[in-house]
RNA sequence: GGAGCGUUAGCUCAGCGGGAGAGCACCACGUUGACAUCGUGGGGGUCACAAGUUCAAUCCUUGUACGCUCCACCA
């Protein structure tokens, strides 16, 4: 016997790890069936799993089971990303409470410490994963650096390297001064800073004339290599060619033209700093200015400066600067000003533009037959508008800085000679062959201190996780996958980069053909969840209250495509409360004995002799249907509410309560009963994995699990003619003039209906005990003489009910009643009679359409009919 | 500056060329043996505004207003 309620705690490790234990989240290489392939974004190690990981990995799961339970053979890759530069923080945040810094450690010792921590959190969101139900294959874990992957990382680097496809280089980029590395375009953030514009005078040498800039930035007057007017400006045009004196420092620099300077800015005159500016680094490559770096690595000044500067941190040698300009005169007006400044995501601090020699990678290389895949359509993005951020980027794109100052991450794998000549292979062994042969001795090299950025392990995922670069079964089987599931933030950091790096390394292949970008989950206010606002939801805190089935419905139902998702509490309320009423439907029919060991085996509609099997059946088909399509179309929400509508509205509020009272009486009733919950259990199983499991095994004494179930299939026998609506619209307009009424629940009134033909009173007839229950009657008679006196009256369809209720009908409130009711079908009908008028409609309405709208208008008007007749009773009576 | 998205019931959101929907909240009645984590009934919306296309517009087009996001931007 079922408790009385669900209690999720109890049960959902149980399931959970039964159906582990059979390995039954495990692909099968071997299998014959179709394989159906997604890629898990591998969450980063730094942690714990928060409502977006739970919203992603649960569609991901809904997927994966729907399709397993198809027939196909299912992988789902799981794995985990090292994250450098977020695991590197974190780990040094623990030494630096300790009073340690890396450096101390030494990169060894540091790096055996960071293999620690990640031991230790891996393990945190693995337990997480698999709380919220994730049916991932986690025999086939990998993590970007375990062995085989590295070796992926180091294949690709040296091959796109003797490709011409990585390279040195010395360029700006943009160098984080707290983390110190240099860090990608994407990892810079601009951020509003209420800051000032300030004015400089540079006096023009040999003349009594001043050039003046403006600046939000002064202390980068110290690498000032030239000021920059517009060719056509006309005020300072007399100037080009001449020189000015920097304040302070005393170095004379030209006054050059070039249209980067914007006449409409400022003062139309700007500063060159080609050393620590990307835009002033062009022009200073356009002039052949020389680049002076002010900067050292924490972005204080160096011995470029003046004496007295060197070693102040920047913003005190602004302070320090903008007083003496003040002294001397050149410091003009200043203003505030709120303005875009680049800092780095992780550090928060300003990045300096500084110049270095980084790797690069050529991305507009390799996004060429990346953008290509998606525009002839074998990548498809899910919500297609996605395609148009996809394309921006990729066309725009530019070098990809790989190279990382880190020490947690992949080694670059180059080596360099004595005198500095490169050697770029897989192993060390393989470097100093080379070198061997470059040199025709042997010598020492050294290994190229900095790491890959993380996002170019994470690139290789799609293959890499199947065991390239051996040319594995799996590899074979299971590329491409079929959809990759994700939100749009990291399209440009994840996305593009596994679609570049799989169209050159798989032939030409793409590395998945569907991308599904799904919402963005938010606080209930919209806000983006994050710890330092303490909105952060757990999600195991979650499904320790609600339980994880009523998590993930909500986040199912609530995943529309495309758009925030803003969780609120009450949601996932009330689909827990949705798991209840499930399993106090299913605890009704096990106390009712309609479930027998052997199961339900589909009923033959053709044997069925009860209107509402049929029509549950009908219902049934629909509802399959509909998840289907919705499932295979990524339309998460809508497979939701299909299926939280079959079961709450039709199947509880419904055909449960119109069989109660034939139950006893009806092997039909109990059969269909219990072969309907057998498959909606099915149906609900991708959503709500735990419960219908239980209800699974304790109501169907099944050892198979629901998990390998297989789908269910929509039959063509079943299809309504039932007529079931008429009878549910009985009952409804009999409830609502009760309520309206206040008629009392002990008051059993006869049903009269007048007018009713054959076929509907056939109907009626079949369903009468139902009727009477639902509806609260004594008896149902079909006669078409006159109603009593007191009798509140309706009209369905094409025939009229009467209820006597001498005694208790209040003729005001009927009046009321009846009146408010002609008001509507008026209103409704002369909107129908306006359309049905229009010669237009008529002509050029398909005709379904125009048959609908007469069909509608004469119910209408049966209805204006029937209830004005009543309304005249009424008046007559009171 | 460039691009995209949104504006529908009190709140959060679906829908999307032919009868305005859900969940929560609200009001009334109700514990009749599956379920008060419930049942029944009800109230509540010129679908932001304007013009256009159409027989027909919440839905398509254009514009306006307001809000949000991404990209670019340290004069």
């Given at each position: 016997m079922l408790e009385k309620t669900y209690d999720p705690q109890s049960l959902e490790r149980h399931w959970y790890?039964?159906?582990?234990?059979?390995?039954?989240?495990?692909?099968?290489?071997?299998?014959?069936?179709?394989?159906?392939?997604?890629?898990?974004?591998?969450?980063?190690?730094?942690?714990?799993?928060?409502?977006?990981?739970?919203?992603?990995?649960?569609?991901?799961?809904?997927?994966?089971?729907?399709?397993?339970?198809?027939?196909?053979?299912?992988?789902?890759?799981?794995?985990?990303?090292?994250?450098?530069?977020?695991?590197?923080?974190?780990?040094?945040?623990?030494?630096?409470?300790?009073?340690?810094?890396?450096?101390?450690?030494?990169r060894e010792a540091f790096v055996e410490k960071v293999w620690e921590w990640k031991e230790q959190s891996g393990g945190t969101i693995l337990h997480q994963q698999k709380h919220i139900g994730a049916s991932a294959d986690w025999q086939r874990s990998r993590f970007t650096m375990d062995e085989g992957l590295?070796?992926?990382?180091?294949?690709?680097?040296?091959?796109?390297?003797?490709?011409?496809?990585?390279?040195?280089?010395?360029?700006?980029?943009?160098?984080?001064?707290?983390?110190?590395?240099?860090?990608?375009?994407?990892?810079v953030e601009q951020r509003e800073v209420k800051g000032h514009m300030w004015q400089l005078h540079y006096p023009v040498e040999g003349s009594s004339e001043v050039i003046t800039v403006a600046t939000t930035r002064p202390e980068t007057m110290f690498g000032d290599m030239a000021v920059a007017v517009h060719p056509d400006d006309e005020r300072y045009r007399h100037l080009v060619g001449q020189?000015?004196?920097?304040?302070?420092?005393?170095?004379?620099?030209?006054?050059?033209?070039?249209?980067?300077?914007?006449?409409?800015?400022?003062?139309?005159?700007?500063?060159?700093?080609?050393?620590?500016?990307?835009?002033?680094?062009?022009?200073?490559?356009?002039?052949?200015?020389?680049?002076?770096?002010?900067?050292?690595?924490?972005?204080?000044?160096?011995?470029?400066?003046?004496?007295?500067?060197?070693?102040?941190?920047?913003?005190?040698?602004?302070?320090?600067?903008?007083?003496?300009?003040?002294?001397?005169?050149?410091?003009?007006?200043?203003?505030?000003?709120?303005?875009?400044?680049?800092?780095?995501?992780?550090?928060?601090?300003?990045?300096?533009?500084?110049?270095?020699?980084?790797?690069?990678?050529?991305?507009?290389?390799?996004?060429?037959?990346?953008?290509?895949a998606v525009r002839d359509g074998h990548t498809r993005f899910v919500p297609q508008r996605w395609e148009k951020t996809y394309f921006e980027w990729m066309e725009n794109i530019q070098p990809w800085c790989i190279s990382r100052q880190l020490w947690w991450g992949h080694r670059i794998p180059v080596w360099y000679g004595p005198d500095g000549t490169v050697f770029v292979e897989e192993t060390k062994e393989a470097a100093s062959a080379a070198a061997k042969t470059h040199y025709g001795r042997d010598v020492t090299l050294d290994q190229d201190e900095d790491v890959l950025d993380t996002w170019f392990s994470s690139a290789l995922w799609p293959f890499s996780t199947l065991g390239w670069p051996g040319r594995t079964k799996e590899l074979n089987r299971y590329y491409p996958g079929d959809v990759l599931v994700t939100g749009f933030d990291i399209i440009f950091f994840w996305v593009a980069r596994m679609m570049m790096m799989g169209m050159y390394f798989m032939d030409g292949k793409v590395p998945f053909r569907d991308v599904y970008i799904h919402a963005l989950v938010r606080d209930e206010f919209g806000q983006k969840m994050s710890k330092s606002k303490g909105n952060v939801l757990d999600p195991l805190d979650l499904t320790a209250k609600y339980g994880a089935d009523a998590l993930r419905f909500t986040l199912v139902a609530m995943a529309a495509q495309g758009r925030d998702l803003k969780l609120s509490e009450t949601r996932i309320e009330s689909y827990r409360n949705f798991a209840t009423k499930l399993w106090n439907a299913a605890r009704f029919l096990e106390m009712n004995g309609c479930i027998s060991d052997k199961g339900a085996p589909p009923p033959i509609p053709e044997t069925l002799h009860e209107p509402v099997n049929l029509w549950i059946l009908s219902e049934l088909n629909t509802t399959i249907r509909k998840i289907s399509t919705a499932i295979e179309s990524y339309r998460f929400n809508e497979a939701a509410d299909a299926i939280y509508h079959f079961v709450w509205d039709r199947y509880c509020d419904w055909y449960i309560e119109f069989i109660k009272p034939v139950l006893k009486d009806s092997a039909e009733c109990r059969h269909v009963a219990a072969y309907v919950l057998a498959q909606l259990l099915k149906l609900m199983h991708p959503f709500m994995p735990f419960i219908t499991e239980e209800l699974n095994a304790k109501l169907f004494g099944s050892d198979a699990l629901l998990i390998t179930a297989q789908w269910p299939v929509a039959s063509h026998q079943a299809d309504d003619n039932t007529n079931l609506h008429i009878v549910t619209d009985i009952v409804s307009e009999i409830r609502m003039i009760r309520a309206e009424m206040n008629v009392p629940l002990k008051a059993l009134p006869i049903l009269q209906i007048a007018g009713a033909d054959a076929r509907i009173q056939a109907v009626i007839t079949a369903m009468q005990p139902s009727v009477c229950r639902l509806a609260r009657l004594s008896d149902i008679v079909f006669s078409d003489s006159d109603f009593e006196k007191g009798t509140a009256r309706s009209s369905l369809h094409r025939f009229e009910i009467g209820l006597p209720l001498a005694g208790i009908l209040d003729f005001a409130v009927e009046k009321a009643r009846l009146e408010k009711e002609i008001k509507a079908s008026e209103a409704e009908a002369s909107k129908l009679a306006a359309k049905l008028g229009n010669e237009g409609f008529l002509a050029k309405a398909p005709p379904a359409v125009v048959a609908e709208n007469k069909r509608r208008l004469e119910q209408e008007n049966t209805r204006i009919d029937t209830l004005g007749s009543a309304l005249k009773r009424v008046i007559a009576e009171m």
């Open positions: 790890e039964l159906s582990e234990n059979q390995g039954l989240f495990a692909c099968n290489p071997d299998a014959s069936s179709n394989p159906y392939t997604i890629m898990m974004p591998p969450p980063n190690v730094t942690g714990s799993l928060h409502m977006g990981h739970a919203l992603t990995f649960t569609l991901q799961d809904v997927l994966i089971r729907y399709h397993r339970m198809c027939g196909r053979d299912a992988l789902w890759q799981p794995g985990m990303d090292h994250a450098g530069i977020a695991t590197q923080m974190v780990v040094e945040r623990q030494l630096a409470e300790q009073g340690i810094s890396r450096r101390d450690l030494g590295s070796e992926a990382v180091k294949k690709v680097f040296v091959r796109l390297y003797k490709d011409g496809l990585i390279y040195r280089d010395k360029r700006l980029i943009n160098w984080d001064p707290k983390l110190l590395t240099a860090i990608s375009d994407l990892e020189n000015v004196c920097l304040p302070i420092v005393g170095r004379v620099i030209p006054i050059i033209a070039d249209s980067y300077s914007d006449m409409e800015k400022g003062t139309g005159a700007v500063k060159i700093t080609p050393a620590h500016d990307f835009n002033d680094f062009e022009v200073g490559r356009r002039h052949g200015l020389e680049l002076l770096n002010i900067f050292d690595q924490h972005a204080a000044m160096n011995e470029n400066v003046p004496a007295d500067y060197e070693g102040l941190e920047r913003f005190d040698a602004r302070r320090k600067l903008l007083a003496a300009l003040g002294e001397c005169g050149a410091l003009g007006d200043t203003e505030d000003t709120v303005h875009a400044v680049p800092h780095g995501d992780r550090s928060g601090v300003p990045v300096e533009p500084w110049l270095m020699d980084q790797w690069y990678v050529n991305a507009a290389e390799l996004a060429k037959p990346a953008i290509a």
